[in-house]
């Protein structure tokens, strides 16, 4: 027999979805035949598989020890480095500069040094994450960037603070702005690029039309001329629609790529300029929420900017 006390950071979750991310050693088959036999109980009565869990819950299951027995863990984030570039930071969340080069997550040749584990590593050594004492989270990112871009990425210390921000993402009330360089000097001032973006995954790019098909989804891409220099601009840049590689792609499809950028630029032009990556940045977060944001009110219609971008300052000395 085992007991549970839900903490917050396991609360809001389906009974066997917590279940699930906290005992795999426990079969699917029989974590739903014992919530139907009553071998799994919640405040001492029986629960349903879809019961929602609340803070403070007490979950009895009356099985085996052996599915309860997990593994030693050595943690790959101990591994990574805890050099972090930090905006902001409190007790919910944290705001980091993520550097061009770095993946935020390991990807699918596996790398122990990506932007989460260097925030659960620093987290693990200040004492605010530890995995023993948690049930199903850790702490995570709440958007992503590509690995040679930079720019303010969101990190979220509790479960609560995740859902929040995952919520507010989707309905997009964070406003992000980016700087990036293209070749060429731009038809207007300012302006609204509007197409359709199709995602090849094989070859992980994507490719921008006029008309969409079965394929494409819509995007909206607004840009605003801050300065020229031999033959290139500086924009600043707000994505009306999230979607992948969407400012390198729509740019470069109206003939202005990304100065730098290897997969939609011109490679004759990026080694004129040295750029290593793709001159792009991530610059500016607002939380512009328009509905309440319940613990995090208090950083309602806060803005934070990104300080070292590296591209600036050589673009700046170009006569």
């Not at 349903?48 to 599915?67: A, N, W």
């Not at 300012?190 to 070859?203: A, P, V």
């Not at 040295?274 to 610059?283: D, E, I, N, V």
């Amino acid at each position: 027999m085992k007991t549970i006390v839900i903490q917050p950071n396991d609360a809001n979750q389906r009974l066997d979805k917590f279940l699930t991310k906290s005992f795999p050693n426990l079969p699917q088959s029989m974590l739903y035949k014992s919530i139907r036999k009553k071998d799994i109980k919640c405040n001492g009565k029986r629960c349903e598989i879809s019961t929602r869990l609340q803070p403070g819950d007490v979950l009895t299951l009356y099985l085996k020890d052996e599915f309860f027995q997990k593994e030693p863990k050595a943690y790959d984030f101990l591994k990574a480095p805890k050099k972090l570039s930090i905006v902001y930071e409190d007790e919910n969340l944290l705001l980091l500069d993520k550097k061009p080069g770095l993946i935020v997550h390991p990807d699918e040749h596996y790398h122990f040094d990506s932007l989460i584990a260097r925030v659960q590593h620093y987290l693990y050594d200040k004492g605010e994450y530890d995995p023993e004492a948690e049930n199903s989270f850790a702490p995570a990112l709440v958007n992503r960037i590509d690995r040679n871009t930079g720019g303010i990425v969101l990190a979220a210390k509790n479960a609560e603070t995740l859902r929040i921000l995952n919520e507010k993402l989707r309905a997009r009330e964070l406003t992000k702005k980016y700087l990036c360089v293209v070749c060429g000097k731009m038809p207007r001032q300012e302006d609204t690029l509007e197409g359709f973006l199709e995602k090849n995954e094989s070859q992980n790019r994507v490719y921008i039309s006029n008309r969409p098909t079965a394929n494409t989804r819509s995007i909206r891409t607004r840009y605003r001329v801050l300065e020229e220099r031999q033959g290139f601009s500086l924009l600043e840049v707000e994505l009306l629609t999230g979607r992948t590689h969407q400012i390198r792609a729509h740019l470069a499809s109206i003939g202005h790529p990304l100065a730098g950028d290897g997969k939609y630029g011109r490679n004759a032009v990026n080694k004129k300029t040295g750029f290593p990556y793709q001159a792009l940045y991530s610059y500016y977060l607002q939380f512009s929420f328009t509905s309440d944001a319940g613990s995090l009110e208090y950083l309602r219609g806060r803005e934070f900017r990104a300080r070292d971008i590296w591209f600036l300052k050589e673009f700046r000395q170009w006569p």
